[in-house]
Antibody, heavy 124, light 110 residues
Framework: EVQLLESGGDLVKPGGSLRLSCAASGFTFSNYAMSWVRQAPGKGLEWVSFISGSGGTTYYADSVKGRFTISRDNSKNTLSLQMNSLRAEDTAVYYC?????????????????WGQGALVTVSS | EIVLTQSPGTLSLSPGERATLSCRASQSFSTSQLAWYQQKPGQAPRLLIYGASSRATGIPDRFSGSGSGTDFTLTISRLEPEDSAVYYCQQYGTSPPTWTFGQGTKVEIK
């Protein structure tokens, strides 16, 4: 059974930094691309970032480009999101999600499995 | 960037009724790039339909997807109480790679 467990959510001041982690189990982690998707309180879903199975390809939403960095450690089955220069509008539940294939250009770029989310609150 | 507009905002129906949810795109794209998700309160989203019409693993056959071009539909043929949730459509683009969600349709079971 696929399991994704996020951690690292916290209250942080504007301009601060935070690192989220997602521990994956139940599948061969390196064979699948991963993403972060966020949801502001009471709002809809927003894609944040993508990383290929090898870690060699990354993509970011314009809203976080230059501030957030996605990475993965395939030896530890862990996905990470380093968030810098945080803003109030980054306040959200952050979900890690497993895609269907190893890289974007294989197609089937859907979020097949999701973690339960980590709450990030940016406030002074 | 493609914008997805879902309608109606809220759908209130009785058990056993049929629910029809719409997702309209600002420009045409391939059916292979469209998915639907279900999100219940306090839970993570769950993939229902991908490729516009293929059911994800474990999804009951009362859920079906259709459409093409700019107009896509999620149909729940016989509503059950546990179908109460918010439903999102999602599209991914290729130039550059990005993912976009609709704003959601809330389905309430009377």
């Amino acid at each position: 059974e696929v399991q994704l467990l996020e951690s690292g959510g916290d209250l942080v001041k504007p301009g601060g930094s935070l690192r989220l982690s997602c521990a994956a189990s139940g599948f061969t982690f390196s064979n699948y691309a991963m993403s972060w998707v966020r949801q502001a309180p009471g709002k809809g879903l927003e894609w944040v970032s993508f990383i290929s199975g090898s870690g060699g390809t990354t993509y970011y939403a314009d809203s976080v480009k230059g501030r957030f960095t996605i990475s993965r450690d395939n030896s530890k089955n862990t996905l990470s999101l380093q968030m810098n220069s945080l803003r109030a509008e980054d306040t959200a539940v952050y979900y890690c999600a497993k895609l269907m294939k190893k890289d974007f250009w294989y197609g089937y770029n859907y979020f097949e499995s999701w973690g339960q989310g980590a709450l990030v609150t940016v406030s002074s | 960037e493609i914008v997805l507009t879902q309608s109606p905002g809220t759908l209130s129906l009785s058990p056993g009724e049929r629910a029809t949810l719409s997702c309209r795109a600002s420009q045409s794209f391939s059916t292979s790039q469209l998915a639907w998700y279900q999100q219940k309160p306090g839970q993570a989203p769950r993939l229902l339909i991908y490729g516009a019409s293929s059911r994800a693993t474990g999804i009951p056959d009362r859920f079906s997807g259709s459409g093409s071009g700019t107009d896509f539909t999620l149909t729940i043929s016989r509503l059950e109480p546990e179908d109460s949730a918010v439903y999102y459509c999602q599209q991914y683009g290729t130039s550059p790679p990005t993912w976009t969600f609709g704003q959601g349709t809330k389905v309430e079971i009377k």
